[in-house]
């Protein structure tokens, strides 16, 4: 069974819960808008699903709900930020503020993070930027989890990165996308509505291909595209944990759904190269030629970002479905806080 649920009630309710453990309620509100966003763009991996990892791992003490940031360098185009083990949200969208910032300045700019917890979706912080006319980048690394074919321990995180482009009268071109041949939020999506998953997403601890979802998260997700993503992942891990010494996933714990290691950010702004209405005249003009491709029946392109929109504008008028698992333990987060839990 499904519920469906409008994405305001949803919204109250992370904030009330959020702000029940002692996230501030301007820290909670950019938590929350992450979250429904997510679901909202269908990548319910990386939706309301999370909310009981943050609240568990804040009240183990291994978030901070109020984090006090602070840029530790500052070069001009470029800055690196600590994130005194934030909740990682508010503190990679001020990183993302920054960045804008110094690209209007510099043309373009580039900014990490670290020490900081899980950021959630990483399209939410490449739209910022893409809503000033930017291109934006986002990479980050996170704990071990996917290792090639037949490795009995996982190597790095699935390790994500998202870039988008702005266009006109058109969703924005984004492109976000896990190392992995899927994220390892899909994997518990399935394991919550009790349902196997394809084989060739993921091994067991013995190397050994599997189907059971609950073996998957125990076990090792395979990288896509097979030694490509797996090189992947791998520059991922250097750029955010090495480069930036933000951790790299061998020296992080695994199985935690909020760990973060470093998170690099780029926005570059187009009138630096070129004008930008000639940028969205061409930028157009791509499209269009894209989409009309010759097709066999029955079949489409879509830009990256297109199925997420679309799914976007029908649950902004329909609501939000949550699976019976993740259900059940938004409750429980409303009966230990006292938060009332939303009708449909």
Sequence with gaps: MTFII???????????????VGVPKGHAEVVTDQLVLANLRGVDSHGIIRLPFYVSGIV?????????????????????IDGDNGIGQPVALKATEIAVGKAKGFGVSFVGIKNLKHIGMLGYYVMKIVDNGMVGFVS???????????????ITGTNPIAIGFPTKD????????????VARGKILVAAHKGEKIPEGWAMNKEGLMTTDPKEAIEGILLPFGGYKGFGLAV????????VLG????????RGMFYSQGGVFIGAVDINSFRPYNEYIEEITEYINLVKSTPTAPGFEVLMPGEPEHRTYLNRVER?????DE???????????????FPTN
Aim: hydrophobic share 35%.
């Design 60 to 80: 183990r003490g291994e978030i901070n709900p109020n984090p006090n940031v602070k840029v530790v360098k500052d070069g001009g185009p470029y800055a690196l």
């Design 326 to 340: 993740t259900l059940k333990e938004l409750k429980e987060l409303s009966i230990k806080y006292g938060v009332e």
């Design 235 to 242: 520059a991922v891990d250097i750029l955010c944990g090495v």
């Design 140 to 154: 980050a690394n996170a704990s071990p989890n996917i290792a090639p074919l037949g490795c009995k321990k996982p």
């Design 319 to 323: 609501g939000i479905p949550l699976d």
């Design 246 to 253: 933000g951790g790299y996933s061998l020296k992080m714990r």
């Design 170 to 181: 058109r969703p924005p071109i984004i492109l976000d996308m896990a190392m992995s041949v």
């Design 6 to 20: 409008p994405q305001e009630k949803l919204r109250q309710f992370s904030n009330e819960v959020l702000i029940k």
